[in-house]
C-alpha cells in the first residue's frame, strides 16, 4: 500500500473511532436505529480498534521516514 494512503488510513480511522469514544455519537446513533442494548459491548471493540488505527499512522510514519 501507497505510504500516503496508509497513512491516510490511518488518521481517518483513529479520528473516526475518537470520536465514537469521546462524543455522544456512540449512544444517539445506535439507540435512533434500535441497537441501543450493543453500547455496553463498543468499549471492548472501539479502543483496540482505536490502538490499531494509531498503529498503523505509527507504521506509515516510520516508513516515510525510512525512505526518506
Known sequence: MENRRLMA????????TALCCFTPVLAVLPGAVGL?????CLDYVLIPAMILFLGIVAYAAYQRR???
Open 66 to 68: 525510512r525512505s526518506a
Open 36 to 40: 441501543s442494548a450493543v453500547l455496553g
Open 9 to 16: 488510513t490511518g488518521i481517518v480511522g483513529f479520528v473516526v
